[in-house]
């Protein structure tokens, strides 16, 4: 069973198992620091369903729903 | 000598470059498309620079229009040096971008901008170790406070007369052998010479299904494009990913591991600034923050512009009175000269009392790094109108200009985003539209009438971006959206970055200001206005206004302020109140408001979302407008 970045709670880590997306996204999350066996800690969640913010090597980034979705991870 | 300004976005590039350059600066375009990059001629040592800054990019992937254009540039625009300016707190993730830049074989330094910041976070550089490792000078800034910017120039100086490379740095074995096999095979068929690029450049990118040069590739018959293939598939066949994947993975661990050679890790200092997100992005706090800051910056542009402009303009209307003692006033010349000093009136009394405040809070704003995180609040709300949370930032700036906003659009990534962006954000009342708004329906209505008209606006742009998401019902792709660590605004910095948005608006707006106002006066002169008014009598009287508004709402087009000008002057005096109903006061206010956009806007709006979307988007507005006034007129 998958679990996805739009699941992890407030101040969790997690590892990135893979990005289930085309180049586009690859790229842009790519761009952000976002690659696979990368850690990310999930720092906020904004109300009625907005983006996630996480952070990533130091940097945050605000992610939308349904980018955090297709994001693969494992737990710590 | 052309020094060219490379950089992450939020790495302080556009700082070092008002360091240097700041009020001489020219924004321009690149070569037919509306992505804008800033460049100045310097005298530095006794020499004359071009500077240029080009748009902050994470990489140089085509996917991105700034990055392309970006990319572009440097290949094609001989540069004898490029600058790459890193945020030192985030040195890990700006040397991805610093490696394909030393793909690129160019002259370049590097600038380790922030270390303060990044100490303050507990990190410290071996900077020797980095420039031995990249094989270019490294010079640490703080270019907020000018620390090592001179310096940083008197190197680059230097390098750039000796045109120093830095090092090719390369990936793991078995990739980089992929890489070269492909290298050898474009080096053999003279391909990188078309492009202008290094061989292995150009291979990393073909195995990077770059589309930009793989799209030029395709239209060649030529059985390189099958090698690229047979390459791309060999990556994927050994690595168990794409080709891209596997390449952004190693230059993502060479970056890794470079950062953690040269990077020693200390304990951190934590300040205020790190808990103000703990307000600022809360789930509840966070919503009254924003609404609260929204409230402070449209009061202080408010106040300060109303300071400003009941003086300026009592100055002005005294003035022509005076001039009618000696020239007598039923002569051409007078009617020239009162119309020049109507638009000069206008352009200096009117708009720039409310432009200049508003322009200079939100380039504090931006700088201090507010932005990002309206964009990051605002997001979910933004989905209910089919768009997400980047858009609030053209937003936003249609509140200053709507030419900004509409090239603001450009940070969406989805043509269908950017049109929906794009015409809401036409219908966001800019400076001009606000000058009309407070002078006419603050001053003689009430404020209360003022706020209502900005409530009303936002209804209506949600119900029509409700209404355009329905009929193009792509799915938004979703937000990424990086926010930056808070930085202290400098003074210095954001008045650069004022001046040069109010540049625009002085050098294009006021002559057009004065010539329409001097048209105007011309038209009443030789009573040739009544023509157009009787011409635009349907819609007048539709919208029960008086006759003479009509040549009012022909300006109005040419540049929005001349609406609030030429209404004064087309019914003959400053007390509007007089003449006008506060009804009439509120049908003209809205139908202003609403409807065609200025030719300013028409012509960005031309070539960012093209012509047919355009000629939909003036239809739209003025429908609107004129439903609304109309309403306006029966229900207030």
């Keep these: 069973m998958t679990i996805t970045l739009d699941s992890i709670g407030e101040n969790k880590k997690v590892k990135v198992v893979s990005i289930s997306g085309g180049w586009g996204i690859r790229q842009r999350l790519g761009c952000l620091g976002i690659h696979p066996e990368d850690m990310i800690t999930v720092k906020k969640s904004a109300i009625m369903r907005g983006p996630i913010l996480i952070s990533v090597h130091g940097n945050q980034v605000a992610l939308g729903r349904g980018v955090a979705r297709k994001v693969v991870v494992e737990a710590e | ?636």
């Design chain 2, 1 to 636: 000598m052309k020094i060219v300004l490379m950089g992450q976005p939020n790495s302080g590039k556009s700082t070092i470059f008002n360091h240097v350059a700041g009020y001489k600066a020219v924004t321009s375009n690149f070569p037919g498309k509306t992505v804008e990059y800033t460049s100045s001629k310097v005298n530095l040592f006794g020499e004359t620079f071009e500077i240029v800054d080009l748009p902050g990019t994470y990489s140089l992937t085509s996917f991105d229009l700034a990055e392309l254009e970006a990319r572009k540039y440097l290949l094609r625009n001989s540069v004898d040096i490029v600058i790459n300016v890193i945020d030192a707190s985030l040195l890990s993730r700006s040397l991805e971008l610093t490696l394909q830049l030393l793909e690129l074989k160019l002259p370049m330094i590097i600038c380790l901008n922030m270390i303060d910041e990044a100490e303050r976070k507990g990190i410290k550089i071996d900077i020797g170790k980095l420039s031995k490792i990249l094989g270019v000078p490294v010079m640490p800034t703080i270019a907020v406070k000018g620390n090592g910017v001179k310096e940083l120039f008197s190197i680059a100086y230097k390098m750039g007369e000796k045109k120093k490379i830095g090092k090719t740095i390369n990936f793991s074995k078995d990739v980089e052998d992929v890489v070269t096999q492909l290298s050898t095979q474009i080096k053999k068929k003279h391909v990188e010479q078309e492009f202008n690029v290094p061989e292995r450049f150009l291979a990393l990118k073909y195995l990077e299904n770059d589309s930009y040069f793989m799209e030029n590739y395709k239209k060649k018959s030529n059985d390189l494009f099958k090698e690229i293939v047979h390459f791309q598939n060999t990556l994927k066949e050994t690595h168990g990913r794409q080709s891209d994947v596997v390449i952004s993975s190693e230059r993502h661990h060479l970056s890794m591991n470079i950062y953690e050679s040269v990077v020693l890790l200390t304990k951190p200092h934590t300040s205020l600034i790190d808990y103000l997100d703990n307000i600022l992005m809360h789930p509840f706090l966070g919503y009254i923050s924003l609404g609260l800051i929204f409230y402070l910056f449209f009061n202080l542009v408010f106040s300060v512009g109303k300071m400003v402009e009941e003086p300026l303009l009592d100055y002005f209307y005294r003035i022509i009175p005076l001039i009618g003692r000696s020239i007598d006033s039923e002569t051409l010349l007078f009617s020239i000269i009162s119309g020049i000093i109507q638009g000069l009136a206008g352009g200096i009394a009117i708009v720039l009392p409310y432009l200049f405040p508003f322009l200079f809070g939100l380039a504090i704003l931006e700088d201090l790094g507010y932005l990002p995180r309206i964009a990051f609040l605002l997001d979910a709300f933004l989905h209910k109108i089919g768009l997400h949370g980047k858009s609030i930032i053209p937003f936003i700036l249609g509140y200053g200009c709507t030419v900004p906003a509409i090239m603001a659009t450009r940070i969406l990534e989805s043509g269908r985003d950017r049109f929906i962006a794009s015409v809401l954000a036409t219908m966001i009342p800019c400076a001009a539209r606000m000058t009309i708004i407070f002078a006419l329906v603050a001053f003689y209505i009430s404020p209360q009438a003022a706020l209502a008209i900005y409530i009303l606006n936002i209804i209506v742009i949600i119900i029509s971006g409700k209404i355009l998401s329905r009929l193009l019902p792509e799915v938004t792709p979703g937000m990424i959206l990086e926010i930056p660590a808070y930085h202290i605004p400098s003074i210095k910095v954001a008045l650069a970055k004022t001046w040069l948005r109010m540049k625009e608006f002085i050098f294009i707006a006021w002559p057009l200001l004065i010539v329409g106002s001097t048209i105007l006066s011309l038209l009443q002169y030789y009573k040739a206005d009544m023509l157009i008014n009787n011409f635009f009598s349907p819609l007048t009287s539709l919208l029960g206004l008086p006759l003479v508004v009509g040549t009012t709402l022909i300006f109005g087009i040419l540049r929005k302020e001349l609406s609030m000008l030429m209404l004064i002057q087309a019914i003959g005096t400053t007390n509007v109140i007089a003449v006008m109903s506060a009804t009439q006061i509120m049908t003209f206010t809205i139908f202003v408001i609403f409807y065609v956009p200025c030719v300013a806007t028409i012509a960005v709006l031309w070539k960012e979302i093209g012509s047919k979307r355009t000629l939909f988007t003036i239809a739209f507005t003025s429908i609107l407008a004129i439903i609304l006034a109309t309403i306006t007129r029966f229900v207030y």
